[in-house]
């Protein structure tokens, strides 16, 4: 199965969250979209947390620059 980019993901997020604020859905199909947002909302933090660590920050040191990775706390 082919993984989902975090835009494809907080697309479908944002149209989930639209059809469910709407408000024209059955309980049921109300329900399967809670869920499916759900799901989406997870997999984008899942992407963010990702990408945090592989972020990494400007450190100077003795007038040079050099990199480190970002602190997790």
Partial sequence: MKETSFEKALEN???????????????????????????????????????????EKLVKDDGKFSTEPLDEE
């Fill in 13 to 55: 997020l944002e149209r989930t969250v639209d059809e469910l604020e709407a408000g024209e859905l059955s309980l049921d199909d109300s329900l399967k979209k809670y869920e499916e947002g759900v799901k989406l909302a997870r997999m984008c933090q899942e992407k963010l947390e990702k990408a945090k660590k592989r972020i």
